[in-house]
Nanobody
Framework: QVQLVESGGGLAQPGGSLRLSCTVS????????FTWFRQSPGKEREGVACITNNHETYYEDSVKGRFTISRDNRRKIVYLQMNGLKPDDTALYFCAADWVKYTYGSPTLNEETWSSPNYEYEAWGQGTQVTVSS
């Protein structure tokens, strides 16, 4: 059974740090790309960071230089290190998994498609809440 479980959320002060984890089970981890999304009340879901099976990474503009996505293929965990947190980072964070696919020889998930609301990921976690407040 495919399962993604997020953890590591909580309350942080502005300028502080948190590290989120997405623990994966039920499928061959190394053949998947993973993306962290976030959503806060009244706002649309937003792609935050993505890491492919080849360890290529993509980031939403507002988190570049502050957040780092990584993966541990042996432990089957995807991390999101968040530094320099801002109140605007407050949201429910959840991870999604995508089986690596190719269209005409190029990865279907790429720098243009990873955060598209129309891109269909195969599995989703339930999320972990991040609140940034003083």
């Amino acid at each position: 059974q495919v399962q993604l479980v997020e953890s590591g959320g909580g309350l942080a002060q502005p300028g502080g740090s948190l590290r989120l984890s997405c623990t994966v089970s039920g499928f061959t981890f190394e053949y998947y790309a993973f993306t962290w999304f976030r959503q806060s009340p009244g706002k649309e879901r937003e792609g935050v960071a993505c890491i492919t099976n080849n360890h290529e990474t993509y980031y939403e503009d507002s988190v570049k230089g502050r957040f780092t996505i990584s993966r541990d293929n042996r432990r089957k965990i995807v991390y999101l290190q968040m530094n320099g947190l801002k109140p605007d980072d407050t949201a429910l964070y959840f991870c999604a998994a995508d089986w690596v696919k190719y269209t005409y020889g190029s990865p279907t998930l790429n720098e243009e498609t990873w955060s598209s609301p129309n891109y269909e990921y195969e599995a989703w976690g339930q999320g972990t809440q991040v609140t940034v407040s003083s």
